[in-house]
């Protein structure tokens, strides 16, 4: 059973539940390769401390290592599920988890709640204490932590947008700069490890952590996940930096498509799609240093991934090549044996895991059960010490690489700069840079200021909903608490144009029930009855916060009550100007023909709403970019990313199919205040040989008034391919660019044959000779690749 920290009671009612990369930095040839020595020296002695430890340690000391527990169960408290508050840590229970069970890893705050940087500091201090002078070994403490969208788990940290505002944002820079300033902001409270980033790819609407992602395009997920975990390891991954902390790439693999929808349900992927579209994010990921990696809690062609040999030895580990840590996610070596029946025992369970790959287990609460069995198995022979000894030196190269040994915590003090003016710009910045204006008849936006609004809906007035999951507690329930002097959108608004011209009625309200809520009828017709009086309606729908399994839904239209508002709200002939602020695309075709004015914030973070008020009075000109397909219909669900007879009728021209691929919005829309036009889209050859490079160059004009950035996509489309049906198209580059009124520039992009390839039916990488097509903006070119197809390993 998964449980973050709640009281006994709610414990147990809960169910089970490129050609545009970033330059590296210009160093001289002789600089370079001195850096290179001076690395490859220190992880040779690294290595040999490693050993040295490795020499010494017992099978138990060893097994320890392996573990990771959740900071409740050494909280003092009534159990192992929560902990008194104020909190302090119970000493007789950290020196058995620590000292007699040797545990080697700490993971989680307690009480489901964020602490402050000191807090944070004073609760990890004593643990490295106890690790360090009370232990034979005296190995730190490897403290990990979910500070996902900024540090989201200290009070008073910097609050980015979701990770899918981030790839809406198209910005290469911002995310790697958002998260240098997570990295430091993590540091500043003591934890040297972030669970992040997701790099799971993310098509399904339904699924109840799509924020968490950067949305369903493998290449734009590697992209911005590459520069994620640089800003978080620093470009040459060195993360016992005291500014950097070392990333954790999850969930390892093919998590978020579960063929009903709903979180840690059975999936059945086959390889070669698991190849194509899933595994791309990683191996870059992988390439760009990234030293941990946490596994999928699903269950893929029936198997559970905690147990596939197949997927967290031969292919992470042999064929990636893959050396760092490998976690568990939470309890799920346990689940095996308890929800997954894979193993008729805990003890079992335990064997399947660790043979299967698993480095550190996410025990969370009982944590004898895991390092007796383990102990046991590998005095049967069940485990081999081999493999024992290939786990804990993985963990202590980690741990070694932080520099836990020399600096085992990192004083607050030392960093100044935490909560900065630099860092809230830093994040206002991203979120405004992903806000997606989506609909815009006549030029309803921007409003002007003297406007008499009527600001409406559940998600107007919450900071809540502003941030998402994951801020300063799982669900995000406890973010009103930690996030009052920050704007909510009708503060924001009020401020932007006076509390005078403001009118708030909510119309609908979010009711809550531990972690779960309900929604109900708030002065609905008190707010219509305003709309009557007002100029323009700005109407803020969508979804209160929720993750993992309290997030499944089994209705993706937009709740009923808000469908209600919004028609209510529209038949008053003024005009309304939709917020969406959700974690996923809620279907509003009930309703969307009669907004005049669409926009999606997904959940921007602390600064959303001042970036939102910007954007509405035209402060700032939109830019952002759609990172998934809306969805018009629940049973039209079509990624972008589909075949071609998901477009029969747009083919054959011949059949009405309602069924047929008709998104509301689809990936890469988003417009601006100002026009774009795209011309000469120009190849250096129609026809290329295999080898040669493909160059393409696109002019980009701005053609209103205003000054604005575009992100420039390149899709490409294979038109025949043998075998497997080919893509209808693929993105293979972006670019973001700022135009002034008038300005054109043209972009350049070089692809490979590469770049033009599919993973064919016997899961090997192919690019076939054969005619291509190149898309920009709305320009199209067909080119012939000649020569010999190519086969690679993967
Ligand atoms: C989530 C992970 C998270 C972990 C630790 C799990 O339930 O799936 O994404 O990192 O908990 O909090």
């Not at 002078?133 to 969208?149: C, F, S």
């Not at 279907?587 to 999606?600: A, D, H, L, P, T």
């Amino acid at each position: 059973m998964k449980l973050k920290n709640v009281t006994l009671t709610a414990v147990l009612a809960y169910t089970i539940l490129s050609g545009c990369q970033t330059q590296k930095p210009v160093t001289a040839p002789s600089e370079e390769s001195a850096a290179t020595a001076q690395s490859d020296r220190n992880a040779s002695e690294i290595d040999r401390k490693i050993e040295d430890l490795l020499s010494k340690m017992t099978l138990e000391e060893k097994v320890g290592q392996m573990a990771q527990i959740t900071l409740d169960v050494v909280g003092k408290g009534d159990n192992r599920y929560s902990s008194y508050e104020p909190l302090n840590l119970d000493t007789v229970e950290l020196r058995k988890a620590l000292v007699d069970y040797k545990i080697g890893s700490v993971l989680n705050t307690a009480n489901n709640r964020a602490r402050t940087p000191e807090q944070w500091y004073k609760i990890i201090s004593q643990i490295q204490e106890m690790a360090m002078n009370k232990t034979r070994m005296k190995i730190p403490v490897i403290y990990g932590l979910d500070q996902i969208h900024g540090a989201t788990y200290t009070a008073g940290g910097t609050m980015f947008p979701q990770q899918i505002g981030q790839a809406a944002s198209r910005n290469r820079e911002l995310v790697r700069r958002g998260a240098e300033i997570t990295a430091y902001e993590t540091r500043a409270s003591s934890i040297p490890w972030n669970f992040s980033p997701v790099l799971d790819l993310a098509p399904d609407p339904r699924f109840s952590r799509q924020f968490e992602s950067f949305g369903e395009d493998p290449y734009l997920t590697s992209e911005l996940g590459v520069q994620m975990i640089k800003g978080y390891e620093g470009d040459d991954n060195s993360i016992g930096h005291p500014e950097h902390v070392a990333s954790c790439m999850k969930h390892f693999l093919g998590y978020q498509v579960p063929t009903s929808g709903k979180d840690r349900t059975p999936t059945y992927i086959s390889e070669e799609a698991l190849r194509e579209y899933h595994l791309p994010s990683f191996k870059a990921a992988i390439e760009a240093g990234s030293q941990t990696i946490m596994i999928n809690s699903g269950i893929i062609n029936g198997v559970p991934v905690h147990s596939n040999h197949d997927i967290l030895t031969k292919l992470l580990k042999e064929e990636l090549g893959f050396k760092g840590l490998v976690v568990t996610d939470w309890g799920d070596i346990e689940y095996l044996h308890t929800r997954d029946k894979v193993a008729a025992t805990m003890k079992d369970a335990i064997m399947l895991a660790i043979n299967a790959g698993v480095d550190m287990s996410m025990i969370a609460y009982q944590y004898e059960p895991f390092c007796n069995g383990l102990v046991e198995l590998v005095k049967e022979g069940k485990v081999k010490q081999e493999r024992i000894d290939d786990a804990v030196r993985r963990i202590l190269r980690v741990k070694y690489n932080l520099n836990l040994f020399e600096k085992p915590t990192t004083d607050p003090k030392d960093y100044p700069k935490f909560a900065s003016k630099e860092h809230e710009d830093a994040a206002y910045q991203m979120a405004a840079e992903s806000i997606t204006l989506l609909k815009n008849e006549n030029n309803v936006l921007p409003l002007k200021k003297g406007t008499k609004v009527l600001v409406t809906g559940p998600n107007a007035n919450s900071m809540r909903t502003l941030n998402g999951a994951w801020t300063y507690s799982w669900q995000g329930e406890k973010v009103e608490e930690f996030a009052g002097k920050y704007n909510t959108i009708l503060e924001s608004v009020q401020k932007e144009i006076g509390a005078g011209n403001v009118t708030y009625v909510p119309g609908v309200s979010y009711k809550m029930d531990g972690f779960y809520y309900d929604e109900f009828a708030d002065k609905m017709d008190a707010a219509v009855a305003a709309a009557r009086k007002s100029d323009v309606i700005i109407l803020c729908l969508g979804e209160n916060t929720s993750t993992e399994t309290p997030g499944n839904i089994n209705d993706i239209y937009i709740s009923d009550l808000q469908t209600e508002l919004a028609k209510k709200l529209a038949a008053t002939g003024k005009p309304v100007i939709l917020v969406l602020n959700e974690g996923r695309p809620r279907v509003i075709s009930r309703f969307e023909q009669q907004m005049k004015g669409i926009v999606q914030i997904y959940q921007p973070g602390n600064y959303g709403g001042d970036a939102l008020a910007d954007v509405l009075f035209g402060d700032v000109n939109p830019s952002g970019k759609l990172p998934y397909n809306y969805p018009r219909y629940p049973n039209a669900l079509v990624p972008f990313i589909h075949k071609p007879s998901a477009e029969q009728r747009k083919a054959e021209g011949v059949y009405n199919y309602e069924a047929d691929y008709n998104p509301q919005y689809e990936f890469g829309h988003g417009l601006s205040y100002t026009s774009f036009k795209y011309a000469n889209l120009t190849l250096g050859k129609e026809s290329v040989q295999m080898n040669e490079p493909i160059n393409v160059s696109i002019q980009v004009t701005n053609t209103g008034k205003r000054v604005g950035k575009e992100a420039v996509h390149l899709y490409t489309s294979d038109l025949y391919a043998t075998g497997i049906t080919p893509d209808v198209k693929r993105l293979r580059r972006f670019e973001k660019i700022t135009l002034e009124p008038g300005e054109s520039k043209t972009l350049s992009f070089t692809l490979t044959a590469d770049d033009l390839s599919y993973i064919n039916r016997d899961g090997k990488k192919v690019t076939e000779a054969g005619e291509f097509e190149i898309r920009i903006g709305d320009q199209v070119k067909k080119f012939m690749l000649l020569g010999n197809n190519t086969i690679g390993k993967n």
